[in-house]
């Protein structure tokens, strides 16, 4: 499995961005799938998550960081193996690397990561 993450760039607070996270190759086993986020001399941090599984994409159970709740969503296209996040209202701590990971278990526990997209809000 490949997860190839785009659409970081930088904005100014108050602002929308919308990452993409697409899954190729043995996609079928692909289990719940998370966005992780890191900032400049910080750990990596959990962002959100969407669950589903087997061959056919079913409907998703969805976790968030009470950091992040009410401003981002987590949401998939079926047809495109891809998971989005929606983040709306940034503001300057969102700023990060942005890595998507699949399938992800709890923690930091994943089998493959996404190389990242870089998101700056500035204020």
């Known amino acids: 499995v490949q997860l190839q993450a785009s659409g970081g760039g930088s904005v100014q607070a108050g602002s929308s961005l919308r990452l993409s996270c697409a899954a190729s190759g043995r996609t079928f086993n692909i289990g719940t799938m998370a966005w992780f986020r890191q900032a400049p001399g910080k750990e990596r941090e959990f962002v959100a998550a969407i669950r589903w599984s087997g061959i056919r994409w079913s409907d998703g159970d969805t976790l968030y960081a009470e950091s992040v709740k009410g401003r981002f969503t987590i949401f998939r296209d079926n047809s495109l193996n891809t998971v989005f996040l929606q983040m709306n209202s940034l503001k300057s701590e969102d700023t990060a690397v942005y890595f998507c990971?699949?399938?992800?278990?709890?923690?930091?526990?994943?089998?493959?990561w996404g190389q990242g997209t870089l998101v700056t809000v500035s204020s």
């Open positions: 990971a699949a399938p992800w278990r709890g923690a930091f526990a994943a089998d493959y």
